[in-house]
């Protein structure tokens, strides 16, 4: 490792659907890496059976119960955060809101899986929804994606927007030039600078055929040039994820001009050095 670990604030339980361990597990593996600090991120419930990748309004209580229990057990080895990644979409806000004003969270994650209209919406990360690739322009996608994203952070529920450039999940890419795609990711930039909110670094990526991390290099550059505080995550949806890549963001973040860390208690951020190991 050439960095001090940070804390992995992006990681999933089994009440999800699509996640394996239990939350003490995440902190054994958090330990063995050298970890100080981690946060669940579960995905959060969302109204009228939005999909099947989340907990119930139900197992609410017992997934902030679970991330206590874990936290009591490591007092003094690991902090352990609870947090929430809730998605953004349009016309869930006052449900998402009521159920974050109804918990003491340290960090909720905002983030975008979905376009479209409610009742009709493209699952663009979903592998079931890749067909729609063949009929969408790759260019016009990227930009409803990015200004959905400006909308989420404009939205003042999260502290963290997750993996920013999740569009880019399976590889399908706009032309390096495009001046439309260039302009969307920089007014995305700009709502998430005025929102007073961070971006997070997620390894999650380098897992995906995209094989990079989210997001695109570019955009850590720019967004450390105004000044946007970032958050590290795993997105670890296994006790294995857990810190996965993470000297390799760190490294991305020291070239691209980011000296500190954004951590999170009570929805209060605190920004953290980024530390080399002296050799
Ligand atoms: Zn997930
Ligand atoms: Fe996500
Ligand atoms: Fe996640
Ligand atoms: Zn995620």
């Known amino acids: 490792m050439r960095y001090h670990p940070v804390p992995d604030y992006h ?3 089994p009440r999800c659907n699509h996640a394996i361990g239990i939350v003490d597990d995440y ?6 890496l050298g970890l100080k600090e981690i946060g669940m991120s579960d995905h959060s419930p969302m109204p009228d059976a939005f ?7 139900s197992e609410l209580s017992s997934y902030i119960d679970e991330v206590k229990e874990t936290k009591q057990r ?11 990644e809730a998605d953004y979409f349009p016309g869930t806000e006052a449900y998402v809101q009521e159920l974050l004003q109804a ?3 340290d960090y909720v994650i905002g983030s975008v899986h979905y376009l479209g209209e409610l009742s009709d919406r ?19 996608a990227y930009c409803e994606y990015f200004e959905m994203v400006a909308a989420s952070a404009r939205s003042g529920l999260f502290d963290i927007i997750g993996h920013p450039d999740l569009i880019k999940k399976f590889g399908h890419r706009p032309a390096l030039d495009s001046q439309r795609v260039a302009e969307a990711e920089e007014a995305m930039l700009q709502a998430v600078k005025e929102a007073d909110v961070a971006l997070e670094i997620s390894s999650a990526g380098l897992r995906k055929p995209v094989a990079e991390v989210y997001p ?7 967004a450390a040039e105004i000044n946007i505080p970032i958050s590290f995550g795993s997105d670890a949806h296994a006790p294995g994820e857990v810190g996965h890549a993470m000297d390799d963001c760190l490294g991305i973040l020291e070239m691209c001009g980011v000296e500190a860390i954004a951590t999170f208690s009570g929805r209060k951020r605190v920004m953290q050095p980024i530390r080399r190991v002296s050799k």
């Not at 695109?216 to 720019?222: F, K, Q, Y």
């Open 11 to 13: 990681m999933h339980t």
């Open 27 to 32: 902190a054994e593996a958090a330990l063995l």
């Open 51 to 57: 999909d099947e990748w989340r907990m119930d309004v």
């Open 74 to 84: 490591f007092t003094g080895r690991l902090d352990v955060k609870l947090g929430l």
């Open 103 to 105: 918990h003491p969270w």
């Open 122 to 140: 493209w699952g663009f990360d979903n592998p079931d929804d890749l067909s729609e690739w063949e009929v969408r322009e790759v260019e016009d």
């Open 216 to 222: 695109h290099a570019r955009i850590i550059a720019r």
